[in-house]
């Protein structure tokens, strides 16, 4: 069997470099599949990351999910089942051997759809992670291959393209991943409630933080939110909320010349040394050196 799996992941090491030419984040012509190349490792990325499973042909990464970190390789697949701001960071590869990824971005309602018509268990015993590392399953690493095969004969992929991501969705409700994201299909009532809760923060992370108010949005009570919020995201909502509004805030001095006061307000920050105390707490530096760190390309 490693040896099959060996196979499996040189072929789809092969069609993943011939699929995306130079590094970074290649869309294709099969929805919600996109290709990831790096030919070194990079320094830590801060994104929301929507839920979607990423199989690693070759290299390796790591993410950061508050104070937890995962690490994984050919041997494990990402799946991530919510939207979680993340830290990402290739930390294994060359030009000669370079980071290969697929990612295939999540519909919770082809899950749903999927585990009616196999007739899978709708029970779950725990609230799982949104975010966690699984074995890769030759199976699975057969379909991954298929999938990307059908690059290579576009007329093909309106018609096999979805058969093969049933397939793939199968698998991963059927293995050590069926409880979070059958969550995801049955939108569980606790799940459901955190979706909504980081729906608001989302659109309104620039607003002043009050949980009975995204504990009414959740229709959940401020503790029960509390706590399931923390034991899916690893963080607090106030922890979420203030890393949407430092990434936002970052890109909008990087994206659009703001500088730091002006940015600290546009995100909802009162207090500009807050914001930079926080600032430099996630990114590591302040404001100005950070943005200046980054435009002079020494970080992506």
Known sequence: MEQTITKQHSELAALIAQNSKGDGVHATAIERLFLIRSSEPTAPLHALHEPALCIVAQGKKQVMLAN???????DRCLVVSIDLPVVGQVIEATPTVPYLCLRLDLDPGELSTLMMEAKLDATANQQPPGLSLSPVSPQLLDAAIRLLRLLQTPEDIAILAPLVVREILYR???????????QIALADKHLQGISRAINWLKWNYE???????????ACMSPSSLHHHFKSVTAMSPLQYQKQLRLQQARRLMLG????????????????PSQFSREYSRLFGAPPLRDIARLKSGQQT
């Not at 607003?207 to 949005?217: G, H, V, Y």
């Open 207 to 217: 607003k002043p933080f009050r949980i009975e108010a995204i504990a009414r949005e």
């Open 256 to 271: 659009q010349g703001m500088d730091a006061a002006t940015a600290s307000h546009h995100v909802g920050y009162e207090s």
């Open 172 to 182: 991963l409700l059927s293995g050590e991943q069926s409880a979070r994201l059958r």
């Open 68 to 74: 937890n970190l995962y690490v994984y390789g050919q």
